[in-house]
């Protein structure tokens, strides 16, 4: 049987639980519903609450506490390490323009503003080129009949006889030939009575030209001896047929047709060579239309004019040379010359500078280029940074503003201040965490 614990003291916990729980139970101001529930009930509903408690999250609490006081660090962390400001200014842009007379000179090395010059290239192409032209003249063709024939000298007594060169020869059928060169013919040779005539073969050819001097094998006589002793001792023969009589035109090259030819090609080389020149200067210089010079170095043809010809060839050389400037020097010369002139507290705004020229004169052989220089470019006050960050340091957005405009004035037309983080009203109290940007837009 088991034994039952009985307690003539009660135990501290115990004894106030139950006090509780009775007069809770016998409460006036207790629901009837609550006075009307065993005592023993009323007790196992008070119990009921500490078991429910039990049963929660217990890592709740801290975590909902770590996480607070991370977040809290952090916005530390942001506000005193991270903190900064950018500050944009905008300051009014002023144009600085001058006119300027300017030299390009091939023997200067070095931009030099106070001379007034710039260096100068030297570039040179030589050209050649051939090309066939047709020939315009027109000429007979009409073909002379060629031959051999053999002369014969018979006179007695005998003796050596010359004709010269261009002796007419007529054949029977009333051809006339001529010789083309000077003629020696041997003596005869006599042998009692009887007389064997000396021969030399020789050219002729037809006085005219045309199919019908080509005739067959012939006899000859001279027209020139007649009336002579030696008309009858004298004669001369063929053995084969003339060949070479024909009949009709073609082309031959005229005086008019050289001139043209030296006139067209001329213009060609020119332009390829010029081609050539401009492909040789870099896209860095700068090239005046009128920078570039031409000479014939040679224009000739082998053929020669009445030549009869279809077509001839003609051949043209060239020299091309041209004197150019580097766009990067006279904006050298432009920008020193700016920064030269530029009122005291004023900078030069970089990447505004504009120039244009106006070529007056050119020496190509002598390497120089004179112009007329416009150039201009953007100026502004001048802002130390350094000095103004440090005069912004825990300023807010107002007094930022405020130091800005003293410093510049009407100098600046603009001025835009952002904080960061989001939350913080004033510049951080280093120079490292003030941004100043200036704009030019």
Known sequence: MARRKIYDVKPPKVAHKAENSIKEF?????????????????????KAPSRHKKSGNPFLKPAIIGSTAVLVFLCVFLYFKLQK?????????????????????????????????????????????????????????????????????KYNPPSLFTLKAGTHFMSDSGKLFVSLQKIAIPAAKKSGSKITPGTVDITVRAVEGGEGYNIAPSNFSIPGLKGTAYYFSVSASSAKAMAGGSEGKVKKVTDDDIRGAKDVLTKKVIDEATADLKNQISSDYLLADNAVSTDIASASTATKSGTVAQNFTYNVTVKAKALAFKKSDLDEYAKNYIISQLPDGKTLLENSLKTDYEVKTIDISGGKISFNSTFSSGIYQNVDKNSLTLSLMAENSDQIEQTINNNLGENASKIEVKFWPFWTKKAPNSQKGINIFLQFE
């Open 85 to 153: 400001v950018d500050v944009k200014i905008w300051p009014k842009v002023e144009t600085l323009s001058f006119e300027q007379a300017i030299t390009a000179d091939k023997s200067v090395a070095v931009v030099d503003t106070t001379k007034f010059v710039i260096p100068a290239k030297y570039f040179e192409v030589e050209k050649t080129s051939s090309q066939d032209f047709p020939a315009t003249g027109n000429a007979d063709n009409t073909g002379k009949a060629t031959g051999t024939i053999t002369v014969s000298n």
């Open 26 to 46: 016998f409460a006036e101001d207790a629901p009837a519903e609550a006075r009307k529930k065993p005592l023993f009930r009323a007790r196992a509903e008070a």
